[in-house]
C-alpha cells in the first residue's frame, strides 16, 4: 500500500510541476523570432510572415488594424526613401534587453530596439532607439506577432 501511496504522490507532483523546459524553449523561440524579425527590416514581405493576418500595429499615435494594407504603405515608404538615398542603405538593428513572459500559448515581450542606418555614400544616421511591446499567439507550434506597440525611446 505504500509503494502505490509513494507512487501516486509522485506522480502527482510530475503532473503539478510546470515544464520550465517547455517554456526555456518557448522563450528562446520566441526571441529568436523577435531578432528575426528585426533583422528584416528591409525585407517587409519576409517580415509580415512572422505576423498574424489580424495584426494590431500601434505607433506614432496611429493603430493599423488591417495588416494587408499597412505592408503596402510600409513598401511605399521604404521604396521611396530608397530612391531618395539613391539604393539600399546598409542596416543594422538589435535587440536590447528583452523580457519575455509565456502564458501557454500566448506571451507577451517588450524590448528595446536599437537602429543603425547608413543611405549609400553617406554617414550613418545617429542609432535610433524605440521600445516595443508584442503578444504573440502560438498555433500549429508557430509562434507569431498578433499585436504589437512602439514608442519613442529618447
Do not use: C
Not at 549609400?120 to 499567439?137: D, Q
Request: proline share 4%; charged share 20%; net charge negative.
Amino acid at each position: 500500500m505504500k509503494k502505490y501511496f509513494l507512487f501516486a504522490a509522485m506522480l502527482a507532483a510530475f503532473i503539478t510541476t510546470p515544464n520550465t523546459n517547455a517554456q526555456v524553449s518557448d522563450e528562446s523561440a520566441i526571441l529568436d523570432l523577435i531578432e528575426n524579425w528585426a533583422a528584416l527590416e528591409n525585407n517587409l514581405e519576409a517580415q509580415a510572415s512572422l505576423v498574424r493576418d489580424d495584426r494590431v500595429q500601434i505607433g506614432g499615435g496611429i493603430r493599423q488594424t488591417d495588416q494587408a494594407k499597412n505592408l503596402e504603405v510600409q513598401i511605399m515608404r521604404y521604396e521611396a526613401l530608397v530612391e531618395s538615398w539613391g539604393g539600399e542603405p546598409q542596416m543594422i538593428v538589435r535587440i536590447e534587453d528583452p523580457l519575455i513572459r509565456v502564458y501557454g500559448d500566448a506571451a507577451v515581450a517588450s524590448f528595446l530596439r536599437l537602429f543603425d542606418v547608413a543611405p549609400p555614400g553617406k554617414p550613418a544616421n545617429a542609432t535610433g532607439r524605440a521600445w516595443f511591446s508584442m503578444f504573440l499567439v502560438k498555433e500549429n507550434d508557430e509562434w507569431k506577432i498578433a499585436h504589437h506597440h512602439v514608442s519613442s525611446a529618447n
